[in-house]
């Protein structure tokens, strides 16, 4: 279980463009929000080096947070993260407070197990290929899992691990799943290397498909020039 991430904020009276620019650029500090739950948005500050702190954790973007504001604390999670266009650097985030009786919707990072030993690679020559690296799940707050683990181990080549192949945790659904069969989505495949053992095959396959194409072409003319 990751270590619980508490960030301290400070109540943000002075708003607009110019307030928020002074802020990032005098005091260090980035402009966000807190919202939802039924309450007024809350206008905040947050110093930039706690901040960064905090973003290094890979919790910070999938976890339950505890924004603290004054001498109180309020449960909330990331919702977005507005970086400038050329330095990278954040200039605005946003969080939303969280219910205990309601789901939420968040996406949760995957972590890819036994990569090192799964059959396709070291068997078959193959190489995986990692088609999602997050997933949006839908649960209430208590159940939010830190992370949901696939397995590659028994992958082989040309074989992949769909969405509805994943385990989940009691009381997690998978938010793409609720929409569609053909939102069921390859997660992780374990595909053939160029130059690989099936590409040799399939470049032996067209050659002799060329071959056998070619050898009427090779008889109407051998029966043109006896005609003539």
Known sequence: MAEQIVLRAEFRDDLGKGATRRLRRLEDKVPGVLYGGGVDPLPLSI?????????????????ILELAVGDKTQSCVLREVQRHPATEKVQHV?????????????????????EESCVGVKLGGGRIAHNLIEVEISCLPRDLP??????????DVGSSVHLSDLTLPE??????????????????????RRGGLLDE???????????TDEAPED??????????
């Open 171 to 192: 009381g997690v659904t998978i938010v793409a799943l609720g929409l569609g069969e053909d939102r069921d989505i390859p997660v992780v495949s374990v595909t053939t």
């Open 94 to 114: 946003d969080f939303l407070r969280i219910r205990e009786d309601l789901p939420l919707q968040m996406n949760v990072p995957l972590h890819f197990l036994n």
């Open 201 to 211: 095959e399939e470049a032996a396959e067209e050659a002799e498909a060329e071959t």
């Open 219 to 228: 008889d109407e003319d051998s029966a043109e020039e006896e005609s003539d």
């Open 47 to 63: 110093a930039y080096r706690d901040l960064s702190k905090a973003m290094q954790e890979e919790a910070f973007f999938a976890q």
């Open 146 to 155: 830190e992370y949901i683990e696939v397995d590659v181990g028994d992958l």
